[in-house]
């Protein structure tokens, strides 16, 4: 299946295991979230990078534990209508500080690639060799964008502010609540 990663289409170097599959040693793999979770001790220790498949339907926060190992958290999209792994991706690099790759999987529509990089997915598993140059294409679409996100783009309002030089609105309204409790 082609990888596409910043934009690119790329070799993939991870190898996906099954439940009952021996792991290799010195290779990075993928593991389902039910094989980690029955010993992430173990596959942790192992010679070579581990990434996870995580279910839309379980809570990030049982990661939490394994994050700074983990290498790799692929997330899953059984439904292209089934936007949970967004959230999912959201929560990873906003509210964790996860910094290993977030791949996307799954039912991935043309039209959903540009919103899987702004929620903060690195990286993504493609079904038809034919898309992949349409899914890297997309990259190279939008350079300004007016929200915030999870992909560390400075949104196009704050960018005029700070070649104003001016602090964006939360750091102003921040320093006038400090000198008022001051």
């Known amino acids: 299946m082609p990888l596409i990663k910043s934009g690119r289409v790329v070799e993939d170097r991870y190898v996906h295991v099954d439940d009952e599959a021996p792991i290799p040693d010195r290779v990075p793999v993928i593991v389902t979230a039910k094989r980690f979770l029955a010993d992430p001790n173990a596959l942790l220790r192992r010679d070579g990078s581990l990434g996870v498949l995580w279910p839309n339907d379980r809570r990030i926060a049982e990661l939490e534990p394994w994050l700074g190992n983990l290498a ?8 292209f209508r089934d936007g949970r792994a967004y959230s999912q991706a959201r929560q990873l690099r906003e509210r964790y500080g996860f910094r290993g790759e977030l791949r996307a999987v799954g039912d991935v529509l043309r039209d959903q690639f540009l919103f899987l990089v ?31 996100s999870a992909d560390g783009r400075i949104p196009a ?15 102003a309204l921040q320093d006038a609540c400090v000198a008022e409790a001051g």
């Open 72 to 79: 790799l958290i692929a997330l899953n999209f059984p439904k």
């Open 118 to 148: 702004r929620a903060g997915f690195d990286s993504l598993e493609v079904k038809k060799p034919a898309d992949a140059a349409a899914f890297a294409d997309v990259m190279k679409r939008f350079s300004v964008f007016y929200q915030p």
């Open 157 to 171: 309002q704050q960018r005029r502010l700070v070649r104003a030089g001016a602090n964006p609105p939360h750091v």
